[in-house]
């Protein structure tokens, strides 16, 4: 970040590319992109912002209250001043957001970490403060001459929601103030109460130290009872079986998503009361087309599933595909068939030895030659390589570069590639996958 020298107007060196990887982690960067989306007439317009904004066009981001500024890169070099306004808070909404921030020790602390607490968003909406930016909070401006949100502003967004992951107070300088004006003011209120409860007599003793007091709080807790167990089974929801049927309603599909609703439940669950599971990272949330392959996955109702291949733009033949490559492994398995990517010179590099290393003396038509490394042994396969696609020549079989770095084995069924078995961490193992057993 360049400080300008002015305490309204902060301007963020440009974020480099971000393939493979969500606009936002926390959950007031994920609401910041809700309103994008929310706010865009055209959805293709944020699909096309999406692959702008990831390949690195978007420059140094300007933050100021009530805006942002950047120019945004077409893939021509053309450039674009692209704006994005976005409501100020009154003098009266700043107070009474500061009020509620005060009156939870809590708020302050967690601010000062970077976070902004559920809590407090949700108290300020109740006193009609909406801290975050809800459906048509954002006023789009670029010289493209799009009147809605086009690519570049779509991109600018979704780039600023990567700041706001990392420094919340991002949010307040666009609602008026910057960090340390917010923190002068929750200062002055907090002295100005400590005043008043002097005044009062309710701060009459000198306390104590923040030490002991914890550990006489924790002294006086019970020890947290033992985890219930797990059930058997997910639970049944409720039928709506009714004597007439609901106008406008789809019993069948409701009932659907309800008992996958609970079968989900019961699988995260699971996974929380498994030992170590405090250690994992927690998994990326799934996309809305990659829930409905999950969705797809377990319904059996011919109906459902083509309604959700409907929703998400695939044909049925395309959505059995996915479903094929969901059960091999979920949303890698998924990507492996449906993005078509082109490795960095990295990736390629990593790749590339990869598959000299698999097998002695192996020869790739890309020009992958193997002098060394003990690999699967035996003649080493003809390959010609496509972006992150590996395919042996007449042999009707083709392994795929994952961008999380495993390799995903295909076979060529009636003109198509089909997924023949779950990742593997080498391409001869994945390459020797025999779903047939």
């Known amino acids: 970040m360049n400080d300008t020298g002015d305490p309204y107007e902060k301007t963020f060196a440009a974020l480099p590319p971000a393939p493979g990887r969500g606009f936002a982690r926390t959950w007031w960067g994920h609401a910041w992109l809700r309103a994008l989306e929310d706010s865009a007439l055209d959805g293709e317009q944020v699909r096309q912002g999406r692959r702008v904004a990831r390949s690195g066009a978007v420059g140094a981001v300007s933050v100021r209250p009530g805006g942002l500024t950047a120019v945004v890169r077409d893939r021509d070099g053309t450039a674009h001043r692209t704006d994005v306004l976005v409501q100020e808070f009154s003098q009266a909404e700043w107070d009474r957001l500061l009020g509620i921030a005060v009156a939870e020790a809590g708020y302050i602390a967690a601010l000062l970490d970077r976070e902004v607490p559920p809590e407090l968003a949700e108290d300020a909406a109740a006193a009609g403060v909406e801290l975050l930016p809800g459906m048509g909070d954002f006023d789009p401006r670029c010289d493209c001459g799009e009147w809605d949100h086009c690519p570049h502003s779509a991109a600018l967004c979704l780039q600023v929601a990567r700041l706001l992951d ?19 003011g929750l200062e002055a209120r907090s002295a100005a109460n400590a005043r008043t409860g002097d005044a009062h007599g309710t701060a009459a003793d000198a306390g104590v ?17 033992p985890l219930p167990d797990l059930p058997r089974a997910p639970g049944q929801p409720p039928t709506l079986d009714t004597e007439a049927e609901p106008g406008g309603l789809d019993v069948d599909a409701v009932e659907f998503l309800a008992q996958a609703a609970a079968a989900e439940a019961f699988r995260l669950l699971a996974e929380a009361v498994a030992p170590g599971h405090a250690d994992r990272p927690a998994p990326a949330p799934l996309t809305e087309a990659e829930d409905a392959v999950r969705l797809t996955r377990e319904a059996g109702d011919v109906r459902v599933r083509s309604r959700l291949a409907a929703a998400t733009g695939r044909s049925r033949a395309d959505m059995e ?10 949303a890698p398995g998924l990507a492996a068939l449906e993005d078509d990517w082109t490795p960095d ?31 699967a042994g035996g003649e080493a396969p003809v390959l010609r390589r496509v972006r992150a696609r590996w ?24 003109g198509r590639w089909i997924p023949s078995g779950p990742s593997a961490p080498d391409p001869a193992s994945a390459l020797e996958a025999d779903p047939e057993g």
């Not at 130290?209 to 009872?225: C, H, K, N, T, V």
């Not at 595909?321 to 979920?330: E, K, N, T």
């Not at 395919?391 to 009636?414: F, K």
């Open 321 to 330: 595909l996915a479903v094929l490559a969901w059960g091999f492994g979920g």
């Open 345 to 375: 010179r990295a990736a390629l590099a990593r790749a590339r030895a990869a598959v000299a290393a698999a097998w002695t003396d192996a020869e790739t038509a890309d020009g992958v030659g193997a002098e060394a490394g003990e690999g």
């Open 166 to 184: 990392q420094d919340p107070f991002v949010l307040l300088l666009l609602r008026g103030r910057g960090e340390r004006q917010v923190l002068d």
């Open 391 to 414: 395919t042996q020549a007449g042999a009707g079989r083709q392994i795929r570069l994952g961008r999380e770095g495993r390799w995903w084995p295909y076979r060529r069924e009636e």
């Open 209 to 225: 130290p923040a030490e002991e007091a914890y550990a006489a709080a924790r002294a006086g807790l019970p020890p947290l009872p």
